[in-house]
Nanobody, 123 residues
Framework: QVQLVESGGGSVQAGGSLRLSCVASGYTYRSSCMGWFRQAPGKEREGFATIYPGGSSAFTADSVKGRFTISRDNSKNALYLQMGSLKPEDTGMYYC????????????????WGQGTQVTVSS
């Protein structure tokens, strides 16, 4: 059974930083594409960062480029998101996702999802 468990969300003031983690189990983590998505209140879910099995970044959305960094540690089955220079518009539920044949957008279609971790950025 595949499980993805996110952690690290919280409340922070604008300009601050957070680091999200996602620990995976139940499948061959090191061979799969991984991604981070977010959903703001009243908006559609947005995929903004993906990473290849080997650890190189596959896709980073313009909205987070230069501020967020995706990384992974295959020895720990872990995916990370380092977020800096946070803005109120970064507020939302953040999800990690696993296993997609295509590892960039458009076209990435992930099979597995975590439950999400809330990030709230106040001005």
């Amino acid at each position: 059974q595949v499980q993805l468990v996110e952690s690290g969300g919280g409340s922070v003031q604008a300009g601050g930083s957070l680091r999200l983690s996602c620990v995976a189990s139940g499948y061959t983590y090191r061979s799969s594409c991984m991604g981070w998505f977010r959903q703001a209140p009243g908006k559609e879910r947005e995929g903004f960062a993906t990473i290849y099995p080997g650890g190189s970044s596959a896709f980073t959305a313009d909205s987070v480029k230069g501020r967020f960094t995706i990384s992974r540690d295959n020895s720990k089955n872990a995916l990370y998101l380092q977020m800096g220079s946070l803005k109120p518009e970064d507020t939302g539920m953040y999800y990690c996702a696993a296993v997609s044949r295509r590892c960039s957008f458009p076209g990435a279609d992930f099979d597995y999802w975590g439950q999400g971790t809330q990030v709230t950025v106040s001005s």
